[in-house]
């Protein structure tokens, strides 16, 4: 599986974003998929997954009530809204895809997007 993320921006706390993750390959919908970002000086830490059908999602405590995310398979992607944003949401943004169930453990992902940058100002 390949991943691309994209729909990263600046913008002001408070305003919304929508990021997209496009996958190639035919057994997306085997995939867990998950967000996780980053952020300088800081280990990757999940933000949200959602199941193989998109019939269960998680989020960090950190975004519940901010973020939501969902999946389409059947064209192969993944969103995560985002509103409401804070200074502190500020990272790199990374997609990624896991065989396994563990969707909070980034070591349980086998593949991986580019990242996309988010950057909220005050």
């Known amino acids: 599986v390949q991943l691309q993320a994209s729909g990263g921006g600046l913008v002001q706390a408070g305003a919304s974003l929508r990021l997209s993750c496009a996958a190639s390959?035919?057994?997306?919908?085997?995939?867990?998929m998950g967000w996780f970002r980053q952020a300088p000086g800081k280990e990757r830490e999940f933000v949200g997954g959602v199941s193989f059908s998109g019939s269960n999602t998680w989020l960090a405590d950190s975004v519940k009530g901010r973020f939501t995310i969902s999946r389409d398979n059947g064209v192969k992607m993944v969103y995560l809204q985002m509103s409401n944003l804070k200074p502190e949401d500020t990272a790199v943004y990374y997609c990624?895809?896991?065989?396994?169930?563990?969707?909070?453990?980034?070591?349980?992902?086998?593949?991986w997007g580019q990242g996309t940058q988010v950057t909220v100002s005050s």
């Open positions: 390959g035919s057994t997306f919908n085997n995939y867990v």
């Open positions: 990624a895809a896991s065989l396994r169930v563990e969707y909070w453990d980034s070591r349980r992902y086998d593949y």
